[in-house]
């Protein structure tokens, strides 16, 4: 019995691999990423940019490819890497609507599949008119006013701040205030809420259960389902209360229609508190954690400007004095004054670091209903794509310098042909990249009046900025120290 005992223990895990791991026969002609290279940067917690440099963005430099395979989440998926090519598929829902993902993630658990982000067809055009129009109803930049002199408070004359920390709690309370009408108080407080949550992501984001999301059915963690179910219920909480006390925001607006079942609601208010703070609704779920503790992504994008402000003190200045132009030294923003045409350098520096430092790497995973040919090589049907953001901000044919922080490039009126995506694209494209961009802009407006700021001298990003280790692709700066210091108006 002995040697058949060996060759089970041989064959077993060689199967696993094979079925697991061996892509299908139908992509093997694709080129692709060694998976142990992948799993090794995994394994030593190698932040989402350096993993893309030295294993993703060759195949685009060096080779010229347009697309490449990759092992993902419990499957091989093509990441497009080439614009055109990205344009193609988001452009075209009805060949590429959004993949239904596995049931045994216990992210889907917590998430839903009805909302905005998951839903397709007709069910996704109600949602997104609803939504949309929800988005355009108002602009609340006086809550993001009212949040910055909060922030003034708390950092006085002058300070050295954990600026990343401080950026998630505006962002957090930014959408609990204007889209979920609930004060969180997360600039003054730890919220008991938010930190059930960031516990309960964290305990998702286990490595091999990302990994193999196969192994919920294998090894069932009862105990974290029934504190997704939980947590889940909560919102389901703030749904009825704000039901019974509406006010104005996002979610009174939504309940108003007659036509949102309970269950779309509810997902609604989960994806919209993930995507309320990050910067492409879209792509709302892969909002999460770092090795150590949660980071939203519209507080990574915030973070990542303030960092190359904080770098480039000539920009720096440059904006302020645009800044003092437009709003002088005491006229709080408006939603006229803060705009895009008030604002044209600001705005290209919050273009320059969303497309250098995109907060969120990849577009949600779309999938082929028919063989398509994507550059020069044939897709099967039923196939996992992913639009590749990082790689296609950082493409060598597109961008000239593409790792240098340079917001003119954004002055040019030709930028749009170069393939910035940070929004994603096509009739899915972000409902809240407005939002977010009016988000940025007045939060950064209100600081340039009041400080200059800058790196300490022993910080961990003086030599370039430092994002965290993320299993679900985003590249957020941590442990991001910055010394502020009060503009005096004598």
Known sequence: MEPLLYLALIAIPAL????????????????????????????????????????????????????????????????????????????????????????????????????????????WEKQSVLINEAFNAQLPVDVFVALSYRLFKLIGEERTVLWDDLAQRFALDAVGSSVLGHNFEAIETDNPFVKEYNQVMAKIAAPLYLLFPWMEQLVPRKRLICRIDNLAGKFMNLLEHKRDSPGDDMMTYMLKDPGMTLKELRDNMIVLFLGGHVSNISDAIATTLNSHKFQDTTAGSISTLFYFLACHPEIQQRARDEVKRVFGDDQNPTADLVSGVSLPYLTACIREALRINTAISYIFPRKSLQPVRLGKYAIPAETSLIVNVYAIHHHQGAWKSPHDFDPDRFLDPQWSKSGWLPFALGPRQCPARNFAMYEQRTLAAMFLREYEWALPPDSIHLNGIQNSFSPFALTLPHDLHLIFRQIRND
């Open 16 to 123: 696993l691999v094979y079925f697991f791991i061996i892509p299908p026969s139908n992509l093997r002609h694709l080129p692709r990423v060694a998976l142990l290279p992948l799993l090794i940067s995994y394994l030593k917690q190698e932040s989402e940019d350096k993993r893309m440099q030295h294993l993703i963005l060759p195949f685009a430099e060096a080779r010229g490819e347009e697309v490449v395979l990759v092992w993902a989440l419990g499957h091989w998926m093509v990441h497009i890497l080439e614009f055109k090519l990205a344009r193609k598929i988001c452009d075209n829902t009805d060949c590429f609507p959004k993949e239904t993902p596995s049931d045994a993630s216990l992210l889907w658990r917590f998430v839903g599949t009805k909302s905005l982000l998951m839903s397709n067809g007709i069910q």
